[in-house]
Protein backbone atom coordinates (compact mmCIF):
# COMPACT_ATOMS: atom_id res chain seq x y z
CA UNK A 1 0.00 0.00 0.00
CA UNK A 2 1.35 3.28 -0.99
CA UNK A 3 0.41 6.62 1.34
CA UNK A 4 0.83 9.91 0.01
CA UNK A 5 3.24 12.17 1.46
CA UNK A 6 1.87 14.65 4.04
CA UNK A 7 0.57 18.00 2.98
CA UNK A 8 3.45 20.71 2.91
CA UNK A 9 1.34 22.93 5.46
CA UNK A 10 1.42 20.25 7.73
CA UNK A 11 2.71 20.91 10.67
CA UNK A 12 5.15 18.89 12.31
CA UNK A 13 4.70 16.46 14.97
CA UNK A 14 5.84 18.45 18.14
CA UNK A 15 5.59 17.17 21.92
CA UNK A 16 5.68 21.15 22.97
CA UNK A 17 1.84 23.16 22.21
CA UNK A 18 2.01 25.27 19.34
CA UNK A 19 1.02 27.73 21.48
CA UNK A 20 4.00 27.68 23.32
CA UNK A 21 6.08 26.85 20.72
CA UNK A 22 5.51 30.01 18.77
CA UNK A 23 6.59 32.01 21.79
CA UNK A 24 9.59 29.87 22.49
CA UNK A 25 12.30 32.47 21.96
CA UNK A 26 10.25 35.05 24.25
CA UNK A 27 10.41 32.96 26.77
CA UNK A 28 14.03 32.29 26.04
CA UNK A 29 14.88 35.52 26.82
CA UNK A 30 12.80 35.98 29.90
CA UNK A 31 14.79 33.41 31.59
CA UNK A 32 17.64 34.73 30.46
CA UNK A 33 16.80 37.91 31.83
CA UNK A 34 15.70 35.98 35.40
CA UNK A 35 19.36 34.05 35.05
CA UNK A 36 21.58 37.21 34.52
CA UNK A 37 20.18 39.03 37.92
CA UNK A 38 20.91 35.79 39.92
CA UNK A 39 24.41 35.25 38.15
CA UNK A 40 25.37 39.08 37.79
CA UNK A 41 24.39 39.51 41.76
CA UNK A 42 27.75 37.98 43.50
CA UNK A 43 29.92 39.31 40.60
CA UNK A 44 28.82 43.26 41.29
CA UNK A 45 29.02 42.36 44.92
CA UNK A 46 33.05 41.97 44.25
CA UNK A 47 33.45 45.15 42.77
CA UNK A 48 31.73 46.90 46.21
CA UNK A 49 33.67 44.88 48.55
CA UNK A 50 36.33 48.18 49.67
CA UNK A 51 32.88 50.64 49.53
CA UNK A 52 31.32 48.29 51.87
CA UNK A 53 34.31 47.84 54.20
CA UNK A 54 34.58 51.56 54.73
CA UNK A 55 33.34 52.93 57.70
CA UNK A 56 29.38 54.95 57.44
CA UNK A 57 28.22 56.55 56.43
CA UNK A 58 30.24 55.92 53.01
CA UNK A 59 29.72 51.95 53.91
CA UNK A 60 29.05 49.61 57.16
CA UNK A 61 32.56 48.87 58.17
CA UNK A 62 32.48 45.36 57.37
CA UNK A 63 35.57 43.77 58.53
CA UNK A 64 37.24 41.37 56.21
CA UNK A 65 35.60 38.10 57.91
CA UNK A 66 32.32 39.98 57.57
CA UNK A 67 33.24 40.68 54.15
CA UNK A 68 33.60 36.62 53.27
CA UNK A 69 30.73 35.84 54.85
CA UNK A 70 28.43 38.03 53.05
CA UNK A 71 29.39 36.41 49.99
CA UNK A 72 29.32 32.88 51.54
CA UNK A 73 26.14 33.10 53.38
CA UNK A 74 24.57 33.32 50.02
CA UNK A 75 26.95 30.70 48.63
CA UNK A 76 25.94 28.31 51.61
CA UNK A 77 21.83 28.61 51.74
CA UNK A 78 22.21 28.72 47.94
CA UNK A 79 23.96 25.61 47.32
CA UNK A 80 22.09 23.56 50.00
CA UNK A 81 18.36 24.21 48.74
CA UNK A 82 19.50 23.56 44.66
CA UNK A 83 18.29 19.95 44.50
CA UNK A 84 15.60 20.47 47.17
CA UNK A 85 13.87 23.57 44.55
CA UNK A 86 14.66 21.39 41.70
CA UNK A 87 12.29 18.62 43.40
CA UNK A 88 9.82 20.97 44.29
CA UNK A 89 9.82 22.62 40.96
CA UNK A 90 9.36 18.59 39.19
CA UNK A 91 6.12 18.35 41.86
CA UNK A 92 4.34 21.90 41.70
CA UNK A 93 5.23 23.48 38.87
CA UNK A 94 8.78 25.15 37.48
CA UNK A 95 6.78 28.72 36.98
CA UNK A 96 5.46 28.65 40.34
CA UNK A 97 9.01 27.86 41.81
CA UNK A 98 10.60 30.48 39.73
CA UNK A 99 8.01 33.02 40.44
CA UNK A 100 8.69 32.28 44.04
CA UNK A 101 12.73 32.55 43.71
CA UNK A 102 12.51 36.03 41.77
CA UNK A 103 9.92 37.19 44.61
CA UNK A 104 12.24 36.14 47.22
CA UNK A 105 15.10 37.00 45.75
CA UNK A 106 13.85 40.81 44.39
CA UNK A 107 12.71 41.30 48.32
CA UNK A 108 16.28 40.05 50.09
CA UNK A 109 18.02 42.65 46.98
CA UNK A 110 16.09 45.61 48.40
CA UNK A 111 16.50 44.55 52.31
CA UNK A 112 20.33 44.31 51.17
CA UNK A 113 20.27 47.64 49.41
CA UNK A 114 19.29 49.13 53.18
CA UNK A 115 20.92 47.25 55.80
CA UNK A 116 22.60 49.29 58.60
CA UNK A 117 24.82 46.76 59.86
CA UNK A 118 27.08 43.92 58.32
CA UNK A 119 25.30 41.23 60.37
CA UNK A 120 22.05 42.58 58.36
CA UNK A 121 23.88 42.36 55.38
CA UNK A 122 24.98 38.81 56.21
CA UNK A 123 21.11 38.05 56.79
CA UNK A 124 19.55 39.39 53.87
CA UNK A 125 22.57 37.71 51.06
CA UNK A 126 21.43 34.09 52.92
CA UNK A 127 17.61 35.30 51.89
CA UNK A 128 18.44 36.18 48.55
CA UNK A 129 20.68 32.48 48.19
CA UNK A 130 17.60 30.94 49.04
CA UNK A 131 15.29 33.24 46.33
CA UNK A 132 18.46 32.27 43.86
CA UNK A 133 18.50 28.38 44.63
CA UNK A 134 14.57 28.48 43.59
CA UNK A 135 15.41 30.59 40.60
CA UNK A 136 18.07 28.27 38.64
CA UNK A 137 16.71 24.84 38.70
CA UNK A 138 13.73 25.84 37.30
CA UNK A 139 14.79 28.34 34.73
CA UNK A 140 16.87 25.77 32.86
CA UNK A 141 14.02 22.70 33.37
CA UNK A 142 11.28 25.42 31.89
CA UNK A 143 13.53 25.63 28.88
CA UNK A 144 13.78 22.01 28.72
CA UNK A 145 9.90 21.75 28.25
CA UNK A 146 9.64 24.74 25.85
CA UNK A 147 11.54 23.20 23.22
CA UNK A 148 11.75 20.69 21.04
CA UNK A 149 14.66 18.57 21.31
CA UNK A 150 16.45 19.15 18.14
CA UNK A 151 16.41 23.19 19.10
CA UNK A 152 17.40 22.26 22.74
CA UNK A 153 21.22 22.59 22.11
CA UNK A 154 20.87 26.30 20.31
CA UNK A 155 18.56 27.31 22.99
CA UNK A 156 21.14 25.86 25.92
CA UNK A 157 24.55 27.67 23.87
CA UNK A 158 22.52 31.00 23.85
CA UNK A 159 21.17 30.70 27.70
CA UNK A 160 24.70 29.29 28.42
CA UNK A 161 26.35 32.52 26.64
CA UNK A 162 24.55 34.35 28.85
CA UNK A 163 25.77 33.21 32.12
CA UNK A 164 29.23 34.48 30.56
CA UNK A 165 28.30 37.72 29.94
CA UNK A 166 26.67 38.48 33.45
CA UNK A 167 29.98 37.05 35.42
CA UNK A 168 31.56 39.85 32.92
CA UNK A 169 29.19 42.76 33.08
CA UNK A 170 29.16 42.28 36.96
CA UNK A 171 31.88 43.99 37.53
CA UNK A 172 31.00 46.76 35.09
CA UNK A 173 27.54 47.63 36.18
CA UNK A 174 29.21 47.82 39.66
CA UNK A 175 31.75 49.89 38.83
CA UNK A 176 28.78 52.57 37.23
CA UNK A 177 26.71 52.12 40.19
CA UNK A 178 29.08 52.72 42.53
CA UNK A 179 30.63 56.07 40.77
CA UNK A 180 27.41 57.31 41.05
CA UNK A 181 25.28 55.91 43.97
CA UNK A 182 25.84 54.45 47.17
CA UNK A 183 26.96 51.57 47.95
CA UNK A 184 23.28 49.66 48.32
CA UNK A 185 22.49 50.19 45.12
CA UNK A 186 24.49 47.32 43.50
CA UNK A 187 21.20 45.27 45.50
CA UNK A 188 18.44 47.47 44.56
CA UNK A 189 19.37 47.48 41.01
CA UNK A 190 17.67 44.21 41.06
CA UNK A 191 14.48 45.13 42.23
CA UNK A 192 12.90 46.96 39.07
CA UNK A 193 14.67 44.30 36.69
CA UNK A 194 12.47 41.14 39.03
CA UNK A 195 9.26 43.50 39.11
CA UNK A 196 8.82 43.77 35.22
CA UNK A 197 10.20 39.47 35.09
CA UNK A 198 7.50 38.45 37.03
CA UNK A 199 5.17 40.44 35.01
CA UNK A 200 5.93 39.00 32.39
CA UNK A 201 6.57 35.37 33.36
CA UNK A 202 2.92 35.59 34.14
CA UNK A 203 1.92 36.24 30.69
CA UNK A 204 4.87 34.50 28.87
CA UNK A 205 5.94 31.74 30.33
CA UNK A 206 3.93 28.09 30.83
CA UNK A 207 4.34 25.60 33.84
CA UNK A 208 5.43 22.37 33.65
CA UNK A 209 5.55 19.35 36.13
CA UNK A 210 6.11 15.77 36.77
CA UNK A 211 2.72 14.38 35.45
CA UNK A 212 4.16 11.21 37.89
CA UNK A 213 6.19 12.34 40.06
CA UNK A 214 5.49 9.38 42.82
CA UNK A 215 5.55 9.62 46.80
CA UNK A 216 7.42 12.69 48.16
CA UNK A 217 10.80 11.43 49.77
CA UNK A 218 11.24 13.81 52.89
CA UNK A 219 14.04 11.51 54.25
CA UNK A 220 16.19 12.40 51.05
CA UNK A 221 15.34 15.93 51.00
CA UNK A 222 16.61 16.48 54.49
CA UNK A 223 19.55 14.19 53.91
CA UNK A 224 20.48 15.86 50.66
CA UNK A 225 20.06 19.69 52.64
CA UNK A 226 22.08 18.54 55.52
CA UNK A 227 24.77 17.10 53.29
CA UNK A 228 25.71 19.84 50.99
CA UNK A 229 25.68 22.46 53.58
CA UNK A 230 27.85 20.79 55.50
CA UNK A 231 30.25 20.58 52.72
CA UNK A 232 30.13 23.54 51.18
CA UNK A 233 30.73 25.29 54.69
CA UNK A 234 33.55 23.53 55.02
CA UNK A 235 34.96 23.97 51.55
CA UNK A 236 34.24 27.90 52.40
CA UNK A 237 36.06 27.22 56.13
CA UNK A 238 39.10 25.87 54.63
CA UNK A 239 39.45 28.56 52.09
CA UNK A 240 38.56 31.31 54.51
CA UNK A 241 41.55 29.65 56.89
CA UNK A 242 43.93 28.56 53.91
CA UNK A 243 44.38 25.30 55.73
CA UNK A 244 42.71 22.24 54.68
CA UNK A 245 43.91 20.20 57.77
CA UNK A 246 42.44 21.66 60.67
CA UNK A 247 39.39 19.90 62.58
CA UNK A 248 36.75 22.61 61.63
CA UNK A 249 37.39 22.45 58.48
CA UNK A 250 37.85 18.72 58.28
CA UNK A 251 34.86 18.07 60.17
CA UNK A 252 32.06 19.47 58.04
CA UNK A 253 33.41 18.40 55.01
CA UNK A 254 33.74 14.78 56.51
CA UNK A 255 30.23 15.09 57.94
CA UNK A 256 29.24 16.15 54.49
CA UNK A 257 30.55 13.64 52.70
CA UNK A 258 29.40 10.85 55.09
CA UNK A 259 25.46 12.36 54.63
CA UNK A 260 25.59 12.52 51.00
CA UNK A 261 26.94 9.10 50.81
CA UNK A 262 24.10 7.72 53.19
CA UNK A 263 21.60 10.04 50.54
CA UNK A 264 22.83 7.64 47.83
CA UNK A 265 22.21 4.51 49.80
CA UNK A 266 18.49 5.82 50.66
CA UNK A 267 18.36 6.68 46.88
CA UNK A 268 19.14 3.04 45.75
CA UNK A 269 16.98 1.30 48.34
CA UNK A 270 14.06 3.65 48.68
CA UNK A 271 10.87 2.71 45.99
CA UNK A 272 10.58 6.17 45.31
CA UNK A 273 13.80 7.93 45.15
CA UNK A 274 14.63 11.56 44.68
CA UNK A 275 16.89 11.03 41.83
CA UNK A 276 17.51 7.64 40.30
CA UNK A 277 20.95 6.95 40.90
CA UNK A 278 21.08 4.74 37.68
CA UNK A 279 21.14 7.96 35.84
CA UNK A 280 24.85 8.25 37.13
CA UNK A 281 25.81 5.26 34.91
CA UNK A 282 24.93 7.09 31.95
CA UNK A 283 28.09 8.06 30.39
CA UNK A 284 26.95 11.08 29.02
CA UNK A 285 25.62 12.32 32.22
CA UNK A 286 28.04 11.15 34.72
CA UNK A 287 31.21 12.54 32.29
CA UNK A 288 29.28 15.75 31.67
CA UNK A 289 28.18 17.22 35.19
CA UNK A 290 32.01 16.42 36.43
CA UNK A 291 33.52 18.24 33.24
CA UNK A 292 30.83 20.85 34.40
CA UNK A 293 32.47 21.01 38.04
CA UNK A 294 35.62 21.02 36.76
CA UNK A 295 36.03 23.67 34.52
CA UNK A 296 33.86 25.89 37.09
CA UNK A 297 36.83 25.02 39.36
CA UNK A 298 39.10 26.41 36.97
CA UNK A 299 37.50 29.26 35.76
CA UNK A 300 36.38 30.57 39.46
CA UNK A 301 39.89 30.56 40.97
CA UNK A 302 41.29 32.17 37.85
CA UNK A 303 38.75 35.11 37.96
CA UNK A 304 39.46 35.06 41.57
CA UNK A 305 43.40 36.03 41.24
CA UNK A 306 42.85 38.04 37.84
CA UNK A 307 40.85 40.80 39.67
CA UNK A 308 43.78 40.80 41.90
CA UNK A 309 46.24 41.08 39.61
CA UNK A 310 44.52 43.40 37.80
CA UNK A 311 43.55 45.92 40.35
CA UNK A 312 46.08 45.60 42.87
CA UNK A 313 49.15 44.94 40.93
CA UNK A 314 48.84 46.66 37.46
CA UNK A 315 46.58 49.85 39.33
CA UNK A 316 43.14 50.06 37.73
CA UNK A 317 40.18 51.16 38.94
CA UNK A 318 37.06 48.47 39.30
CA UNK A 319 35.16 49.71 36.17
CA UNK A 320 38.37 49.14 34.36
CA UNK A 321 39.22 45.88 35.77
CA UNK A 322 35.53 44.76 34.83
CA UNK A 323 35.96 46.26 30.82
CA UNK A 324 39.24 44.26 30.49
CA UNK A 325 37.46 40.76 31.62
CA UNK A 326 35.24 41.28 28.65
CA UNK A 327 36.69 39.21 26.18
CA UNK A 328 36.38 36.47 28.07
CA UNK A 329 32.51 37.01 27.84
CA UNK A 330 32.56 38.04 24.57
CA UNK A 331 33.76 34.96 23.44
CA UNK A 332 31.38 32.71 25.22
CA UNK A 333 28.63 35.17 23.68
CA UNK A 334 29.48 34.77 20.31
CA UNK A 335 30.51 31.04 20.39
CA UNK A 336 28.07 29.40 22.81
CA UNK A 337 25.32 29.31 20.76
CA UNK A 338 27.19 27.52 17.71
CA UNK A 339 28.98 25.17 19.72
CA UNK A 340 26.37 22.76 18.09
CA UNK A 341 27.77 22.89 15.50
CA UNK A 342 31.14 21.58 15.96
CA UNK A 343 29.16 19.00 17.81
CA UNK A 344 27.02 18.04 14.97
CA UNK A 345 30.47 17.54 12.90
CA UNK A 346 32.84 15.89 15.31
CA UNK A 347 30.99 15.20 18.41
CA UNK A 348 30.37 16.12 21.77
CA UNK A 349 33.41 13.94 22.96
CA UNK A 350 36.20 15.83 20.29
CA UNK A 351 34.70 19.17 20.98
CA UNK A 352 34.80 18.99 24.74
CA UNK A 353 38.25 16.90 25.07
CA UNK A 354 39.99 19.76 22.93
CA UNK A 355 38.16 22.57 24.34
CA UNK A 356 39.27 21.34 27.94
CA UNK A 357 42.70 21.16 26.74
CA UNK A 358 42.94 24.72 25.22
CA UNK A 359 41.22 26.13 28.49
CA UNK A 360 44.30 24.15 29.94
CA UNK A 361 46.74 25.82 27.86
CA UNK A 362 45.64 29.09 27.99
CA UNK A 363 45.73 28.70 32.10
CA UNK A 364 49.49 27.75 31.31
CA UNK A 365 49.80 31.08 29.19
CA UNK A 366 48.83 33.07 32.25
CA UNK A 367 52.18 32.73 33.17
CA UNK A 368 53.58 35.07 30.81
CA UNK A 369 52.01 37.65 32.65
CA UNK A 370 54.34 40.10 34.98
CA UNK A 371 54.27 43.69 36.40
CA UNK A 372 54.66 44.93 33.07
CA UNK A 373 53.29 42.68 30.45
CA UNK A 374 51.29 44.30 27.19
CA UNK A 375 47.64 43.77 28.42
CA UNK A 376 46.53 42.83 24.81
CA UNK A 377 48.56 39.24 25.81
CA UNK A 378 45.97 38.81 28.95
CA UNK A 379 43.19 39.58 26.33
CA UNK A 380 44.04 37.48 23.92
CA UNK A 381 44.11 34.34 26.42
CA UNK A 382 41.02 35.33 28.15
CA UNK A 383 39.01 35.55 24.35
CA UNK A 384 40.65 32.00 23.67
CA UNK A 385 39.77 31.04 26.70
CA UNK A 386 36.43 32.29 26.36
CA UNK A 387 35.87 30.58 23.11
CA UNK A 388 36.61 27.59 24.57
CA UNK A 389 34.75 27.43 27.31
CA UNK A 390 32.01 28.35 25.34
CA UNK A 391 32.31 24.95 23.48
CA UNK A 392 32.84 22.95 27.15
CA UNK A 393 29.14 24.31 28.93
CA UNK A 394 26.85 23.88 26.30
CA UNK A 395 26.97 20.87 25.16
CA UNK A 396 27.84 19.77 28.56
CA UNK A 397 24.56 21.00 29.40
CA UNK A 398 22.44 19.39 27.24
CA UNK A 399 24.37 15.97 27.29
CA UNK A 400 23.23 15.99 31.17
CA UNK A 401 19.76 17.22 30.14
CA UNK A 402 19.14 15.02 27.52
CA UNK A 403 20.49 12.31 29.09
CA UNK A 404 17.20 12.60 31.51
CA UNK A 405 13.35 12.30 30.65
CA UNK A 406 11.72 15.55 30.32
CA UNK A 407 9.78 15.23 33.05
CA UNK A 408 12.63 14.89 35.46
CA UNK A 409 14.15 18.59 34.00
CA UNK A 410 13.78 20.23 37.89
CA UNK A 411 15.95 17.37 39.21
CA UNK A 412 18.64 16.85 36.41
CA UNK A 413 18.96 20.74 36.36
CA UNK A 414 19.42 20.80 40.08
CA UNK A 415 22.02 18.30 39.84
CA UNK A 416 23.75 20.11 36.76
CA UNK A 417 23.77 23.68 39.03
CA UNK A 418 24.99 21.49 42.25
CA UNK A 419 28.08 20.72 40.42
CA UNK A 420 28.52 24.13 38.88
CA UNK A 421 28.62 25.47 42.37
CA UNK A 422 30.47 22.86 44.08
CA UNK A 423 33.01 23.01 41.31
CA UNK A 424 33.36 26.97 41.33
CA UNK A 425 33.37 27.23 45.73
CA UNK A 426 36.25 24.46 45.92
CA UNK A 427 38.13 26.45 42.61
CA UNK A 428 37.89 29.81 44.99
CA UNK A 429 38.81 27.55 48.19
CA UNK A 430 41.20 25.81 47.01
CA UNK A 431 43.08 27.93 44.33
CA UNK A 432 42.73 31.06 46.84
CA UNK A 433 44.44 28.93 49.76
CA UNK A 434 46.84 27.90 46.89
CA UNK A 435 47.17 31.77 46.08
CA UNK A 436 47.66 32.81 49.85
CA UNK A 437 49.97 30.27 51.05
CA UNK A 438 52.44 30.71 47.89
CA UNK A 439 52.17 34.70 48.40
CA UNK A 440 52.83 34.30 52.30
CA UNK A 441 55.61 32.08 51.35
CA UNK A 442 57.18 34.98 48.75
CA UNK A 443 56.86 37.82 51.20
CA UNK A 444 57.53 36.66 54.30
CA UNK A 445 61.37 37.01 53.97
CA UNK A 446 60.73 40.91 52.96
CA UNK A 447 58.45 41.47 55.76
CA UNK A 448 60.97 39.89 58.41
CA UNK A 449 63.78 42.23 57.39
CA UNK A 450 61.41 45.00 58.23
CA UNK A 451 62.53 46.94 61.38
CA UNK A 452 60.92 47.49 64.53
CA UNK A 453 57.86 45.50 62.92
CA UNK A 454 55.79 43.94 65.57
CA UNK A 455 55.03 40.09 64.94
CA UNK A 456 50.79 40.57 65.30
CA UNK A 457 51.67 43.48 62.50
CA UNK A 458 53.65 41.18 60.19
CA UNK A 459 51.70 38.01 60.02
CA UNK A 460 48.20 40.44 58.88
CA UNK A 461 50.32 41.92 56.21
CA UNK A 462 51.56 38.84 55.13
CA UNK A 463 47.88 37.46 54.63
CA UNK A 464 47.49 39.00 50.99
CA UNK A 465 48.59 41.53 48.90
CA UNK A 466 46.12 44.27 49.67
CA UNK A 467 47.61 43.86 52.69
CA UNK A 468 50.85 44.41 52.44
CA UNK A 469 50.08 47.47 50.15
CA UNK A 470 48.22 48.78 52.95
CA UNK A 471 51.60 48.29 55.30
CA UNK A 472 53.07 49.66 52.77
CA UNK A 473 51.64 52.83 52.08
CA UNK A 474 51.24 53.69 56.04
CA UNK A 475 55.53 53.28 55.75
CA UNK A 476 55.04 56.32 53.06
CA UNK A 477 58.51 56.44 50.74
CA UNK A 478 60.49 53.59 53.00
CA UNK A 479 57.35 51.60 51.69
CA UNK A 480 58.72 51.73 48.19
CA UNK A 481 60.09 48.84 48.06
CA UNK A 482 57.45 46.53 49.69
CA UNK A 483 55.48 47.01 46.94
CA UNK A 484 57.66 46.36 44.55
CA UNK A 485 58.45 43.38 46.39
CA UNK A 486 54.16 42.43 46.90
CA UNK A 487 54.32 42.76 43.63
CA UNK A 488 56.50 40.57 42.67
CA UNK A 489 55.40 37.76 45.51
CA UNK A 490 51.58 38.40 43.75
CA UNK A 491 53.08 37.53 40.29
CA UNK A 492 54.76 34.43 41.72
CA UNK A 493 51.76 32.88 43.53
CA UNK A 494 49.52 33.86 40.77
CA UNK A 495 51.83 31.50 38.49
CA UNK A 496 51.64 28.90 40.83
CA UNK A 497 47.88 28.88 40.95
CA UNK A 498 47.77 29.52 37.29
CA UNK A 499 49.50 25.81 36.90
CA UNK A 500 47.12 24.26 39.71
CA UNK A 501 44.23 25.75 37.81
CA UNK A 502 45.70 24.03 34.81
CA UNK A 503 46.12 20.49 36.18
CA UNK A 504 42.22 20.36 37.14
CA UNK A 505 41.30 21.74 33.54
CA UNK A 506 43.76 18.44 32.43
CA UNK A 507 41.80 16.27 34.34
CA UNK A 508 38.85 17.83 32.74
CA UNK A 509 40.44 16.88 29.43
CA UNK A 510 41.12 13.38 30.12
CA UNK A 511 37.61 12.91 31.72
CA UNK A 512 35.69 14.20 28.62
CA UNK A 513 38.43 11.96 26.15
CA UNK A 514 37.56 8.90 28.07
CA UNK A 515 33.64 9.13 29.19
CA UNK A 516 31.77 11.52 27.26
CA UNK A 517 29.83 10.06 23.75
CA UNK A 518 31.06 10.44 20.33
CA UNK A 519 27.25 11.22 19.89
CA UNK A 520 24.71 12.21 22.20
CA UNK A 521 22.83 9.62 24.00
CA UNK A 522 19.06 9.94 22.99
CA UNK A 523 16.89 10.88 26.06
CA UNK A 524 14.51 8.26 27.44
CA UNK A 525 11.55 9.71 26.58
CA UNK A 526 8.19 8.00 27.23
CA UNK A 527 5.20 7.24 25.53
CA UNK A 528 2.21 9.67 26.91
CA UNK A 529 -1.08 9.11 26.30
CA UNK A 530 -2.42 12.86 25.72
CA UNK A 531 -3.57 14.03 29.13
CA UNK A 532 -0.55 13.35 30.52
CA UNK A 533 1.50 14.99 27.95
CA UNK A 534 -1.34 17.97 28.82
CA UNK A 535 -0.61 17.72 32.60
CA UNK A 536 4.07 18.16 31.98
CA UNK A 537 3.50 21.23 29.83
CA UNK A 538 0.67 23.50 30.97
CA UNK A 539 -0.49 27.78 29.69
Request: hydrophobic share 55%.
Amino acid sequence: MVTSPPAPDTPPDRRIPDRIHRRRWAILSLLMLSLLIVVLDNSILNVAMKTIATPAPVGLGATQSELEWAINSYTLVFAGLLFTAGLLGDRLGRKKMLLFGLAVFGAGSVLAGVSGSPGELITFRALMGVGGAFVMPSNLAILMNVFEREEQPKAIGIWAGGVGVAIAVGPIAGGLLLDHFWWGSVFMINAPIVVLSLVAMVILVPDSRDPRPGRLDPAGVLLSVIGLVLLVYGIIKGGQLADFTEARVVGPIAGGVLVLALFVVHQKRSDHPSIDMGYFRIPAFSAAITAIALVFFALTGVTFFIVFYVQSVRGYSPLEAGLLILPLAAAQLIFAPRARLAVDHYGARAVCTFSMFVVATTMVGLLLLDTDTPLWLMEALFFIQGSAMAHIMPPATVAVMQSLPREKAGSGSALNNVFRQVGGTLGVAVLGSLLSTSYRDRIQGTLDALPGLPAAAQHAAGESIEATLSLAARLGPAGRPLTTAADDAFVHAMHITALGSAVVAMLGTVVAAAFLPGKMVPAPQPAEPHEERKAGVQR
